[in-house]
């Protein structure tokens, strides 16, 4: 699934991250890599969509996180 079909409050572990190899790097240089874990604080269906990751929130706009592959992380 992608990020942008998560549900809000929910943690996942990034698979894969599908986009311009520009905009890759950037998101690698900020700590968002295959196998880290993002939470995802608030997702407007319509728009951008708020996310935590490395102690740090960002917003993704929804053409980013329509191209990051996640896996929901069960809660333990």
């Known amino acids: 699934m992608t990020l942008k079909q998560g549900k809000n ?6 698979e894969s991250i599908d986009i311009e190899l520009q905009l890759e ?5 900020l700590g ?14 319509k728009g951008s969509l708020t996310a935590k990751f490395r102690g740090t929130r960002f917003a ?7 191209h990051i592959e996640v896996t929901e992380v069960q809660a333990s």
């Open 9 to 14: 409050n929910q943690t996942y572990r990034v």
């Open 25 to 29: 790097r950037r998101l690698e240089a």
């Open 32 to 45: 968002l890599t295959e196998g880290s874990l993002i939470t995802i604080l608030n997702n407007d269906k």
């Open 60 to 66: 993704l706009g929804r053409r980013i996180a329509d």
